[in-house]
């Protein structure tokens, strides 16, 4: 979007909403009544087995399939998608990372046949096409999980798509560095900054070292590279952070890559705000804090977004409707058309106390960047473990904040009397539930496109692929091909995880700093622990799990890191397990208790299967507990298929929850409290 002399009123930045589930058809149904409210963008979000390279009838896609966003398994899904809507016309954000390749393949290939069916010519419909892929898997390591191979190799996708972008479709954005869901991780605005800046040196060396991208067109490159950030609630200091954001930006890219032009040196960046930040408890709280947040990112025209998607107020609770989501969406309207926001010059210059501000975050996420250079890079401190210590350990010191009252947190740590909502009234349907005819719909949907297409062609174009990914050449055009001939998602994925290999990130909750040092509470469920482990003549342990494709994997960080303070022996290995390696490692360590974490929706499908695990494997006396974002309903009926308790967002006290997890665990062994 081009920006505005200083003396002319600021455009409105482009309004998304995240948005996509069930099917393609119904995302492309919702994606054009959105469209119709005024909508200036596309977010597409896809569902978990799309983001991490899975077919619907994959084992680990059981109970994930269209529940956090459309499952897009080959080029008839995109066709679907984008039914109607004009590519070339259209701006598009997709939130998709190791993928990200297939799913632009994808795009292109759909865009092509738009040109084609309208006798228009490909390339200048290529070289319309705007928009973005996330594609930053360095924070996939760190926070949401959705990676699936080694860092070299996705480095490797990530450099081959950029260069391919540059000189074909010269208008997209082939990389959105996020420092989102390092916020959610537990970022502090220096951290962000900071590690969000290496990711990006780690990207810009690896494509000027490439020999893909001519130096010449290296300002091509940087001026393509746009960033996707967090705005959570203290929106001074959020809109100081990207001040300084702005201000590192330009100086890196000045000094590092030689950009002269000004323009193409500009910060270019997106915005979700803090969908973690939203409570369960009073989530009508919710509407001012997303109100808050979008402040921070458009009150500073210096360092404005220039694209903005907001949450719904009740993502704490499940999934939007498309009412709640409309809403959002005014939120956006109404700041960019009825206020005066657009009308002036940056109204923070000159002043002392942002200036102050600005200078700390630089001067910090200097001595950060300098740091993790220091490591040998991104992709080092993330393969040691560094990026994500720090992340677990400042999560939890934000948790020890908000657990004893010093961060402040509106009806749920303080004002928590509350009257009944008439947003969540009997009746209300507060939420959007998606019907489980949707996942077998969408095997069955695959299982007939495999047997429709012209599997000699997709054999062709898989050994194609491979073959090429065993030497440097780029892999975009073989991909393209793919797509062509019918390939799945799956099987594009399972070629190269046959080359590449498949990769499993440090979880950083080993070398993560103990807090509470001095908590009477902490002392008491420790003395406990200590009670039960002498009555019983062995030390507790405790599994903790995430089953399925959900990769937001802080809560269960956090709770492991906790266990391990109250001192409990944990056994935590990361994300992305199936039920049947759960119960596994459960029997084969001989634990106590099995804590499973599931945010995706997916839990009335995949606990109870570890539940029936353990009875099978003569291990039915260890109790499961879960905590994820669980409808009370969906609580009732997990308790009756015998687990021992739920636990939901509003469950904010960890120390609390251990406590009772020990006194779970006694009353199981016949132990008196």
């Known amino acids: 979007m081009p920006y505005p002399t200083d003396h002319e009123r600021d455009r409105p930045w482009v309004m998304r909403t995240y948005a996509g589930h069930s099917s393609a058809a119904a995302s492309n149904e919702l994606y054009r009544r959105n469209l119709a409210k005024g909508q200036t963008g596309l977010s597409v ?38 039914d109607g809507i004009p590519l070339a016309e259209a701006n598009t954000s997709m939130t998709i990372n190791a993928p ?4 632009l393949a994808l795009y292109v290939s759909v865009a092509r046949e738009q040109a084609e069916a309208e006798g228009r010519d490909v390339d200048e419909v290529l070289a319309k096409l705007t928009g973005t892929t996330q594609n930053d898997i360095i924070k996939e390591y760190l926070s949401r999980g959705t990676y699936i191979f080694p860092p070299g190799p996705s480095l490797r996708l990530i450099t081959d798509m950029i260069a391919w972008t540059v000189h074909h479709v010269p208008k997209w954005n082939p990389i959105n560095i996020c420092s989102y869901h390092l916020q959610e991780a537990g970022a502090t605005p220096t951290q962000e ?6 990711t990006a040196i780690a990207v810009l060396d690896a494509v000027r070292d490439s020999g893909q991208v001519d130096q010449a067109d290296m300002e091509k490159v940087v001026a393509r590279i746009s960033f996707f950030v967090n705005a959570g609630v203290r929106f001074v200091e959020e809109m100081c952070k990207m001040r300084a954001f702005t201000q590192l930006w330009d100086e890196l890219t000045r000094e590092r890559y030689g950009v002269e032009n000004p323009k193409a040196r500009r910060l270019r960046y997106g915005v979700q705000v803090n969908s973690l930040g939203l409570t369960e408890a009073q989530p009508e709280n919710n509407v001012q804090r997303i109100v808050l947040e ?30 709640d989501q409309q809403w959002a969406l005014r939120m956006q309207q109404v700041l960019a058309f009825e206020t005066d926001l657009l009308e002036y010059e940056d109204i923070f210059d000159g002043s002392r106390v942002v200036e102050s501000k600005v200078d700390e975050i630089v001067a910090g996420a200097r001595e950060e960047i300098a740091r993790v250079q220091d490591l040998g890079g991104a992709v080092a401190a993330v393969e040691s473990g560094y990026m994500k210590s720090q992340l677990v350990s400042s999560l939890a010191e934000y948790r020890r904040g908000m657990e004893s009252g010093e961060r402040v947190l509106v009806g749920v740590n303080k004002f928590e009397t509350t009257e009944p909502s008439p947003l969540q009234a009997e009746g209300a349907q507060a939420i959007e539930t998606i019907d489980p005819a949707v996942e077998k719909a969408a095997v069955a949907a695959v299982e007939k496109w495999r047997e429709e297409r012209d599997n000699a062609a997709v054999a062709a174009s898989l050994a194609a692929l491979k073959s090429k990914a065993a030497t440097s050449d780029n892999l975009f055009e073989a991909t393209v091909d793919c797509a062509r001939a019918g390939v799945t998602t799956g099987e594009w994925a399972g070629a190269l995880r046959e080359v590449f290999g498949e990769y499993r990130a440090p979880t950083g909750v080993s070398a993560a700093s103990a807090v509470g040092q001095g908590d009477p509470e902490l002392e008491r469920v420790r003395e406990l622990v200590r009670r039960t482990e002498s009555e019983m003549g062995e030390r507790l342990r405790i599994l903790v799990g995430k089953p ?22 944990v056994i935590y290995q990361g994300i992305r397990l199936t039920p049947d390696q759960i119960v596994a490692a459960a029997v084969q360590e001989g634990v106590h208790v099995v804590g499973l974490s599931v945010l995706s929706g997916s839990h009335l ?16 006396d260890i109790p499961v507990i879960v905590g994820g974002i669980i409808p ?42």
């Open 100 to 103: 990200a390749m297939w799913l």
């Open 632 to 673: 009370p309903d969906d609580a009732a009926l997990l308790t009756e298929r015998g687990i021992a308790r739920v636990f939901t967002p509003k469950d904010y006290e960890l120390t609390d929850i251990m406590a009772g997890i020990v006194e779970l665990v006694r009353e199981r062994h016949g132990l008196g409290s």
């Open 294 to 323: 979008m402040l921070a990112v458009s009150l500073s025209r210096g360092s404005r977004a220039r694209a903005i998607q907001l949450p719904a107020w009740n993502e704490a609770l499940g999934l939007p409707r498309p009412w």
């Open 548 to 569: 399925g494709l959900d990769g937001h994997s802080n809560g269960a960080e956090q709770v492991a890191v906790r266990a391990r303070d109250v001192g409990f022996e």
């Open 193 to 198: 900054v900071a590690y969000a800046l290496c």
């Open 605 to 620: 499908e995949v606990v109870p299967l570890v539940v029936d695990g353990l009875r099978a494997a003569g291990a039915g």
């Open 45 to 82: 979000a896809f569902d978990l087995p799309t983001q991490t390279g899975y077919d619907p009838d994959h084992v680990l896609a059981r109970g994930e399939v269209g529940k956090v966003g459309v499952p897009v398994s080959h080029i008839g899904d995109m066709r679907q998608l984008f």
